[in-house]
Structures are given as C-alpha cells and as structure tokens.
C-alpha cells in the first residue's frame, strides 16, 4: 500500500510539474520563454524521486488511519517545504541557471494543491470503505480497569479508522464489570483465545504491575503473528513525548521534551542557513557603515564577542557590534545596584557604558546582526531563546534549565512580548511554552512579529 501511494503521488507531482511548467511559460514574467519542454525531462527525472524522499521524511508514507485531515495537509505543507528548500540548495550548488526560479515555485504551489486534493479524496474513499467493514483490523484489549475502557471506547468512536473492538481481556485478578463488555476470557487464556478469535492487534492498556506479569502474554502474540501496542501510562511523565526506537537491535522507549521531528528540523536548519546567508549579504552596507561608525567614535573593536551557552549547555562565542566602550565588562561589577531585572540578569534600561552610536543602533537593533554569522555556523537558529551568560545559568531554578534543551535564536517570544519590559520569570516561562509548542508555523510568526518591534524599536535599551 505504501508502495501504491507512493507510486501515485509521484504520478501527481508529474501532472503538477507539466501543468507548473505551462502556467509559468504563459505568463510574461522573468526573462522570457522558457527553454523546450524536452529539456526540462531531466529535471522531472530528478524532482519526482526528490518529492516522494521529502514526503517520506515528513512520515506521509506512514499510516494516516488516525490522523486528521488537517495533520495530513500540515505534513503536505512541511513537505513542499523541504523539497524547496532542497532544490534550491541543489540549484545553487550545481549552477543549474536554466532552471526557471518561477517555475519552482509553482511546481511546489501546484503540486502541494493537486496532492492536497488526492490524499483528501483518497482518504474519504478509504473512510467510506472502513466504515462499512472493509480494510479493517479487529482489536483486543488487555484490562478491565479505566484505561482499558477508555481505549475500548476511543476504538468503538472512530469506525472511519478501520477499528473493530473484538473485546475484553482480563487479567487474572480482575473483576468483570458492566463495563467489560464483551469479555473474551483471562489473560492466562490469551493463547487460545487468539487462536478462536479473529484478532489483527493486542491493545495491553494495564498497570506497571500487571505488566510485569504478562511476558509470557506478549510472547505468544508475537509467536502467533499478532500485532502488540503497551499504553504508556505505565511511566510518569508531564511535559514529555515517548516514542520507541532501536539502539544497536535493543528496543528503547525514548522521552522526548523538545522538538523530534527530524523533518521538520531540517527544514528550520535550512531555513536558518539560508535566511542568515541572504541577510549578511543584503545587509552587508548596513553592517559596513555600523561598523566605520563603531570604530570612528570610540576606541575598542568593532565586534563584542561573549561567551554564551547554547544548546545543553554547550558554550560558543556571540558575535554582536559593540554598543560599549571597550571596557564595559570590567565595570559591571560597579554597577550590578543598578540592575533593573530580577533573577540572575543584567539590564539597566540607561546603562552609562553604552556609547552614543552604541544607543542608536541598540535602537534599531542593529547591534545584533553579526548574530547571523553564528545562525549560519550552525551556533544559534533564527528563532528559539535567547543564549544566557555561564554565569547566569549557574544561578538557574532546576525548571528553568530547560530552556537550554534547544538550539539559541536571535528572536524569540521575549523579543516580541517587551523584551526588557517583562520580569525574568515571565520570560522563563515564555521560553518553554515555545518549546512545548514549537513548529514551523510558530517559527513564521514569531519572525513577522518581530518586524514591526524591530522597526519601532520597543522594549530595546
């Protein structure tokens, strides 16, 4: 089936990729005419293989049984995002100038909508046949407490997944109830029941306790060939996401509390790479003239540079314009009875250091672009919290810590909610909510929030 879908959205990207290269040569935009259709074979050739790898990395090719069709349209999206990203970087490094940007950009709009429409219609025909019992997998359910009938009820709720509740099994010192309804026997009688019964999928949503008891449960279901899922329930864990993966042939069960979506995460190292090469390049006169400024009015280096802890705590040097006088770090300690933030930061919103073009460009924020050389050496994202001084993570609540299980960013929600304006617990706080909530999307809005505060010049000192 994977295969078959597979097969048929590359059959799709073909039809968006003719259709794309007919739009684009209809309009009067770019240089001209593109060049034949015959030499754009080769570049199909490559594009369709490039589209299904980048659904694939997204996890379209993955079972959508229980999935949203919003969840599947977002992976769609993610996807024609990755294969942007991916062409581009291939266009750039092979010098492939024929290649009509235009063109690329309309082959990813159309070829996500045509997708988009096949996945839907795909998935309300496959729907409509599992409600009617066709294409279905029948499921037991090992418990007869409130987790079990929670999972029996989530089963019996969602025909459209192809879910047909084959019953209940009890553990040995479980009472049937009115809930347990049907009961196909004991847990010692797994085996046999198996064996009478039409079963595709053993559910064992049972305590830790229990558990333990049920090696032998396990092993027979594996022995006779049927699918096995453990609730995980059976660990405490609040903020955490679990997932199982195999480390050398030994299967783990993995909790994760940051972002794991390897797709999605290298799409916003593209994005990162690429937005910090194009602003160093389109900034470039800006930095230059900062930077003459800088050295024309007061004595010192152009640059600050300033240890700061990345992600887990790895320690890299930030590259800012210097908006002090050269010996700014050696009169901090003079002046920490001024220090107008609580918890282990340092901000004076008048701080007599600063130099008067240093306040001008503080302003304008000028003074943070030499970050995205750190952006592009991979030290710092675009987006994600603020990189704290050592010294200030030493001071760190154990919850606050937290904030440095990701990569650092030069905007952040702190950016965009008052920067210095905002007590530093809010600030925490606000950090981990973009972790618990990241995505890509997040990301978009946090980089056009940031704009107007960057033009406007709030909550910067």
């Not at 007919?22 to 594009?47: E, H, K, Q, S, W």
């Not at 659904?55 to 769609?76: D, H």
């Amino acid at each position: 089936m994977t295969r078959a879908i597979m097969a048929f959205d590359a059959m799709v990207a073909a039809y968006a990729f003719v259709f794309a290269y007919t739009f684009r040569n209809a309009l009067p935009i770019g240089a001209g005419p593109m060049l034949p259709f015959r030499d754009y074979l080769l570049l199909l050739a490559a594009v369709l293989p490039l589209w299904v790898f980048s659904s694939y990395l997204v996890g379209m090719y993955t079972s959508q049984r229980m999935k949203s069709p919003i969840t599947e349209l977002f992976q769609i999206a993610k996807a024609g995002a990755l294969f942007f990203a991916m062409v581009s970087v291939l266009a750039f490094l092979l010098k492939l100038t024929f290649v009509s940007r235009f063109f690329i950009v309309f082959f990813v709009i159309w070829a996500m909508v045509y997708v988009a429409i096949a996945h839907l219609i795909l998935r309300f025909v496959l729907r409509y046949y599992r409600r009617r019992g066709r294409n279905s997998r029948t499921i037991a359910v090992v418990g007869g407490e409130e987790a079990a009938w929670k999972m029996a009820q989530i089963i019996r709720d969602h025909a459209e997944w192809g879910h047909r509740f084959a019953g209940f099994v009890l553990a040995e010192n479980e009472v049937q109830t009115p809930e347990v309804t049907p009961c196909l026997g004991r847990i010692s009688e797994l085996e046999q029941i198996l064996r009478t019964n039409v079963v595709d999928e053993v559910i064992f949503a049972t305590s830790r306790e229990k558990l333990d008891q049920m090696e032998d449960a396990l092993l027979h279901c594996e022995d006779l060939g049927v699918s096995t899922k453990v609730m995980l329930n059976i660990f405490p864990h609040r903020i955490s996401r679990a997932d199982v993966e195999e480390i050398g042939g030994v299967s783990m069960l993995s909790f994760y509390n940051t972002p794991a979506n390897l797709a999605a995460l290298a799409v916003k190292r593209a994005f990162d790479f690429t937005a910090s090469l194009c602003a160093l390049v389109v900034l470039a006169p800006l930095m230059i003239a900062a930077g003459v400024l800088i050295k024309i009015t007061s004595a010192g280096p152009v640059f600050f540079r300033q240890l700061r802890c990345g992600k887990n705590g790895r320690t890299f040097h930030l590259l800012k314009f210097r908006s002090m006088v050269a010996d700014a770090e050696s009169l901090r300690p003079q002046l920490d009875t001024l220090n107008e933030m609580d918890g282990p930061v340092f901000k004076i919103k008048n701080d007599p250091r600063v130099t008067p073009v240093g306040r001008l460009i503080r302003r304008a924020s000028i003074d943070e672009l030499p970050q995205f050389i750190n952006v592009l050496v991979g030290d710092m994202s675009v987006v994600g919290p603020r990189p704290p001084l050592p010294s200030e993570v030493e001071k760190y609540e154990h919850w606050q810590r937290r904030r440095l299980s990701v990569k650092p960013g030069i905007t952040c929600y702190w950016q965009i909610s008052g920067r210095n304006r905002i007590d530093f617990e809010s600030w925490m706080r606000l950090d981990l909510m973009y972790i618990d909530n990241w995505s890509l999307a997040e990301d978009f809005k946090i980089i056009l929030k940031t704009i107007p505060v960057v033009l406007m010049g709030r909550g910067a000192s």
